[in-house]
C-alpha cells in the first residue's frame, strides 16, 4: 500500500505527515520521520485529523433546512442558485449593508480560501465582516503594526543560540506555541537547557513542562503582564541595562517610553501582578545580562484586557536590550514570500466614530464580541449571513444572545466540515473538504516558521461523496450571480499564479515546489536584515511608544485598569483557558477516541486551597458565576494554579448540537457563557476579545 507525503492543516507548524491510502480510502496516518522540518514529529491532534476526514458525522452533501425545521440533503445546483437568487434580491432591495459574514480560523490553514473569499466579499461589496482572529491574536497583528509598521511582522526567539528564553502566556507542550511555527518546540527546548540556556515561563498555571526540568514558572495573577513586562522594562531603563547605542540608532519615541514605564515601578506593581518587587526586578535584570536573550508570548497575554500593549512591551524587551536581530535574540523569519512588505499599513487612518465608541477594523474584520450586537441592531440588521469554517455560537461569549441573533437572520449559510452548533441555526450547510481532501501549501506559517520551508501537497485522496473546496463553491455562487468568476474560463481553473508570483518574488521555483513531495528547505534565521530590510515605519526605525496608543487613549486605559485590579477584593478568583492535547478550540469535539476516561467533560479547575476555603471537594458540583453570566460544572482540584486562579477548556457546549453526535453525548460546558461580549468587552486598540482574567464567584451547585 503507497503512502502518500503530505502535512497537517491543524495548526501553524505543518507537520509532516504520511497517509497510507488503499483503494482511493486513507487507510492510517503516522508522522513522516523523512520530513525535512518536522522529522517525525507530529502531535495526536494531527493524527486524530484523520478520524474527522472518516467521521460519518461529516456533512457529506448540502443541507437545506425544510419547513419542519429538519435539514434534508439537496442537489448542489439547487443550493448554488437558492443561494445566488437571495443574494440578487437582498443586494437589489438593500444593498451590500444587508450581508454579513463570519471567517472561523481554518480558513488561515486553506491556501485557496483566503483569496476566493476576498474575491466573493470585494464583489458583493461587503464590508461587515467579522472573525476568529480577534479572539485569539488580533492584539498581534495591531501591536507590530504600531511598533514596526506592518501587522506582518513578527520576530520569532531564535532558541537554538539563544542564552536566556522568556516566555508569557504560553503552554509548549500543549498548545504547540503560536506566532512561531516550530514542530516540537519542547524539544528545542530541552535542547537549549541542556547546552545551558535559562528559560523562564510567565503563567498563571504551572505548566507541564518545567516539571521536566525546563526552566522555572513565574506565576503571576492572570491579566497582569503587561505590568509585570512595564516593571521589567523600568528596571532595565532606569539601571542603565539598555543598549543606548541601539536605541539611538534605530529607535524613536524612546523618551515616551521611558516615561510611560517609569510609572510602573516593581514597588508599585507588585501587589498587582503577584509577584514580590525583589523578584520582578531579578527577571529584568537576568534577561538583560544575558549575552544573548529573546522572549516570546501566546494567546494566554493575548486574551486578556491590554493584548496590544502587552505585545508592544514584549517588543520593547527585546529591543531596548539590544536583542532584536541580534543572533540568539527574535529574529524576523523570511519564508517564500515577503509577509512583512505585505502587512505595510498605516493604523492611524483606520478608526472611525460608531454606535459603539472609536472602532477600527484589524486585518479586515470589526470586533467578533460585536457580532451578537450586529446581527441584532433593529436600524441595521442584516438579513444574510455566510458563516465560512466558524463556530461563533461556542466560540465569542455570550452564547444565548448569540443564537438569538443569528436565528433572527433572515438567511443563513454556513461552509463547513459539520453542522455545528453554528450550522444548527443555518438555511444551508454546505459541505466543504478536509486538508486530505485539497491541495494546500503550508501558508499558515509564513513569516513565523523557526525553520522556514515550502511545501505542496496534492490531494491525498479524491474529496468523499459531494464535499467540495470553499474556493469551488464561492466561484459557483459568483458564477450562477453573473460575477467575475474563476470559473468563467475553465470548468478546471488553475490557481496556483498567485503562489508562483509570490514564490518567484524569492527566486524560488514553484514547480520545483511542486515536485518535491516533502517541500524545500529555504534560508534559516538570518540577523543582520531587519532594519533595512524588514521594518516598514516611514523612517525605518522602531517606534518604541505609538502615538496611536496615546492618541486612542490605550495608555490612560491602562492605568485605569491598574487601578481597577488595585482595587480588587482579597480573595478574588479569576478564570483563565486550560489548554488540553485532547482539544483544538471546537475542532475536535466529535472525535470518538479523544472521549477517554477523564476527558469526556471540561471541569472546572481549582487550586484545593481555594476550594477548601470553600468548603468544596473534588467532583462536587459547583455553581460559577461572572458579571456576565453563570454555569454549572464539575470541580476538579488542580494544584498546578495559582491560588485565586480557577480554569476551564473552551470548545465545549453541544448540547444543542445532533449533527455532532459524539460532541452532544459529551457535551461538556461552554465556559464562553462566562465571558463578556458587546461594547466595553474588547480592546479598542485591536478589537481583541477580553477572555482570560474573568472575575467569578464559586459556590457549591
Known amino acids: 500500500m503507497p503512502e502518500v507525503p503530505t502535512f497537517c492543516r491543524v495548526c501553524e507548524p505543518a507537520c509532516g505527515l504520511l497517509a497510507k491510502v488503499e483503494g482511493g480510502e486513507i487507510t492510517a496516518l503516522r508522522p513522516d520521520k523523512a520530513h525535512p522540518v518536522s522529522k517525525g514529529f507530529a502531535c495526536q491532534k494531527g493524527i486524530a485529523s484523520l478520524d474527522i476526514h472518516r467521521d460519518p458525522d461529516r456533512v457529506d452533501r448540502p443541507q437545506r433546512r425544510s419547513a419542519t425545521g429538519r435539514f434534508e440533503d439537496a442537489p448542489w445546483e439547487t443550493a448554488i442558485g437558492e443561494i445566488a437568487a437571495k443574494l440578487r434580491q437582498v ?58 509598521g506592518t501587522s506582518t511582522c513578527h520576530p520569532v526567539p531564535d532558541i537554538a543560540h539563544t542564552d536566556h528564553l522568556l516566555l508569557f502566556g504560553e503552554n509548549p507542550r500543549v498548545s504547540k506555541m503560536s506566532f512561531i511555527s516550530i514542530a516540537d518546540p519542547v524539544s528545542e527546548i530541552r535542547r537549549a537547557v541542556k547546552r545551558g540556556a535559562t528559560v523562564r515561563y510567565v503563567n498563571p498555571r504551572r505548566i507541564e513542562e518545567p516539571e521536566a526540568g525546563t526552566g522555572e514558572v513565574i506565576q503571576l495573577r492572570p491579566d497582569t503582564d503587561v505590568y509585570l513586562m512595564a516593571a521589567m522594562l523600568e528596571v532595565i531603563l532606569s539601571e542603565g541595562l539598555a543598549d543606548e547605542a541601539v536605541l539611538a540608532e534605530h529607535g524613536t519615541r524612546v523618551a515616551e517610553l521611558r516615561a510611560f514605564v517609569a510609572r510602573y515601578s516593581p514597588d508599585r506593581v507588585q501587589a498587582v501582578v503577584g509577584l514580590a518587587a525583589e523578584e520582578i526586578s531579578r527577571l529584568a535584570r537576568e534577561f538583560a545580562a544575558a549575552p544573548r536573550a529573546s522572549v516570546h508570548m501566546s494567546t494566554g497575554t493575548n486574551m486578556g484586557r491590554q493584548g496590544t500593549l502587552a505585545y508592544w512591551l514584549l517588543h520593547m524587551l527585546s529591543f531596548v536590550t539590544g536583542n532584536l536581530d541580534r543572533q540568539g535574540g527574535n529574529l524576523y523569519s523570511l519564508g517564500f514570500y515577503s509577509a512583512a512588505k505585505a502587512g505595510r499599513s498605516k493604523p492611524a487612518k483606520q478608526f472611525f466614530d460608531s454606535r459603539h465608541g472609536r472602532m477600527r477594523r484589524v486585518r479586515g474584520a470589526f470586533p467578533g464580541n460585536l457580532f451578537a450586537d450586529e446581527l441584532a441592531d433593529q436600524d441595521s440588521k442584516p438579513r444574510v449571513l455566510f458563516v465560512i469554517a466558524g463556530n461563533p455560537v461556542l466560540s465569542i461569549g455570550g452564547e444565548e444572545a448569540l443564537r438569538e441573533a443569528i436565528s433572527g437572520v433572515e438567511f443563513v449559510v454556513c461552509l463547513d466540515l459539520y453542522r455545528n452548533a453554528t450550522g444548527e441555526l ?58 467575475r468568476s474563476v470559473f468563467d474560463e475553465s470548468p478546471e481553473p488553475e490557481l496556483t499564479t498567485r503562489l508562483s508570483h509570490m514564490m518567484r518574488s524569492r527566486g524560488i521555483d514553484f514547480e520545483e515546489v511542486r515536485a518535491a513531495p516533502r517541500g524545500v528547505v529555504l534560508e534559516g534565521l538570518t540577523p543582520g536584515r531587519f ?48 489548554r488540553t492535547v485532547h482539544m483544538h478550540n471546537t475542532w475536535y469535539q466529535n472525535v470518538e477516541r479523544l472521549k477517554r476516561p477523564g476527558q469526556r467533560e471540561n471541569p472546572l479547575c481549582m487550586n484545593p486551597e481555594d476550594a477548601a476555603s470553600r468548603g468544596l471537594a473534588d467532583g462536587d458540583r459547583v455553581h460559577c458565576e461572572s458579571p456576565w453570566g453563570a454555569i454549572e460544572a464539575t470541580l476538579a482540584c488542580d494544584d498546578t494554579l495559582r491560588p485565586g486562579v480557577v480554569a476551564m477548556t473552551h470548545g465545549w457546549g453541544n448540547r444543542q448540537t445532533p449533527g455532532m453526535a459524539t460532541a452532544q453525548r459529551h457535551p461538556g460546558v461552554n465556559a464562553n457563557v462566562l465571558l463578556p461580549s458587546g461594547s466595553g468587552s474588547y480592546e479598542p486598540i485591536s478589537n481583541q476579545a477580553f477572555m482570560t482574567g474573568i472575575p467569578v464567584d464559586i459556590v457549591g451547585a
Open 91 to 148: 443586494l437589489e432591495e438593500d444593498g451590500p449593508e444587508a450581508i454579513a459574514v463570519y471567517l472561523g480560523n481554518p480558513g488561515a490553514f486553506n491556501t485557496f480560501s483566503g483569496p476566493a473569499t476576498g474575491s466573493f466579499l470585494g464583489q458583493l461589496g461587503v464590508r461587515r465582516v467579522f472573525g476568529s482572529g480577534t479572539q485569539d491574536c488580533s492584539n498581534k497583528f495591531a501591536g507590530s503594526e504600531a511598533v514596526f
Open 426 to 483: 443555518a438555511d444551508w450547510v454546505l459541505p466543504c473538504t478536509d486538508g486530505f481532501e485539497r491541495a494546500d501549501v503550508n501558508i499558515a506559517g509564513l513569516g513565523l516558521q523557526y525553520q522556514p520551508y515550502v511545501q505542496w501537497s496534492d490531494p491525498v485522496v479524491p474529496p468523499r461523496a459531494e464535499r467540495r473546496e470553499e474556493w469551488w463553491i464561492l466561484g459557483k455562487i459568483e458564477q450562477a450571480m453573473g460575477l
Open 531 to 578: 532594519y533595512t530590510e524588514w521594518i516598514q515605519t516611514e523612517d525605518q526605525r522602531v517606534d518604541c511608544c505609538p502615538s496611536i496608543f496615546a492618541a486612542e487613549g490605550a495608555l490612560e486605559r491602562c492605568e485605569s485598569l491598574f487601578a481597577e485590579l488595585a482595587a480588587e477584593p482579597d480573595g478574588q478568583l479569576k478564570l483563565i483557558t486550560l
